[in-house]
């Protein structure tokens, strides 16, 4: 738990408390001096520091684990995608895709190691949720599987870069890296917005299609979140000191915004 805002200051550096994170009153008021938007608490700590929480430490692998199997996934499923492309350039163009995102893979299970923590054993409470949502939102077509990669892989984007603000520094800069574009984005945009124009009717086949992965996305992070202990009380404020259930509530919120401008982009109604 972090100190609370409102502790009292102590009256000389030589008996500065430290909270269960670690931080101290200097810690706490050079953070504040940084400015409203700079990051306070866990988010201001290195991994060393927030990791004596065990707590957050439990969190935390639950996220790389569940990030981890994600990436693997996206590997995979990238590659299944390729043998539904209409051109060599378009499967060269996914396999050079999914070989970032077995990369991202690997960084993830690196880390991983280096915090000691089994990589398989980190995955494995995520593996049913993920395979369930690809069994149910398996593409019956090329232009499918291009909206499925680009709408499923960025609301799980979006969720992990909300969940990142709150993380310690290094934590925070894994995670981001990891989420880099891999290109994907701008190509399905594209190739469905090519496909659209060529032939409008295909537009409002998509759009459905593009509201169900939404749904059951949010329905599988939800459930995700719901079953692992640790990981949901960080969502809520009990271990990295910023979300609670109304700010869980505005989190999906921006997300849902986010994946109408995404809409928008590859020409098809929200």
Do not use: C
């Amino acid at each position: 738990m972090e100190t609370p805002d409102n502790a009292t200051p102590p009256a000389s550096a030589a008996e500065e408390p430290t909270g269960s994170t670690g931080s101290t009153a200097s810690e706490q008021a050079e953070a504040e001096s940084a400015g409203p938007d700079a990051p306070t608490g866990t988010a201001a700590q290195d991994w060393e520091t927030a990791s004596a929480e065990p707590q957050y430490r439990a969190a935390v692998v639950d996220l790389l684990g569940a990030l981890a199997y994600g990436e693997l996934a996206a590997f995979e499923r990238l590659a299944e995608d390729a043998k539904l492309a209409p051109t060599l350039a378009d499967k060269a163009a996914l396999a050079k895709m999914a070989a970032a995102e077995f990369h991202h893979f690997e960084q993830l299970n690196d880390r991983l190691r280096a915090i000691d923590a089994e990589p398989t054993g980190a995955m494995e409470p995520f593996a049913k949720a993920l395979d369930d949502f690809h069994h149910l939102t398996a593409p019956s077509d090329w232009l499918e599987g291009l909206v499925k990669a680009y709408v499923g892989d960025s609301i799980a984007s979006d969720f992990y870069r909300e969940v990142a603000a709150r993380l310690d520094t290094d934590t925070r800069a894994l995670v981001l890296a990891v989420l880099d574009d891999t290109g994907h984005g701008n190509f399905a945009v594209e190739k469905v917005r090519a496909a659209i124009e060529a032939e409008p009717r295909v537009g409002g086949r998509l759009a459905l299609w593009a509201r169900r992965l939404m749904g059951e996305a949010l329905s599988q992070a939800q459930r995700v979140v719901a079953e692992r202990d640790a990981l949901s009380t960080m969502l809520v404020g009990g271990v990295a000191g910023g979300f609670d259930l109304a700010e869980v509530g505005r989190m999906f919120s921006r997300i849902t915004e986010a994946h109408t401008k995404r809409m928008a982009a590859l020409g098809l109604a929200a």
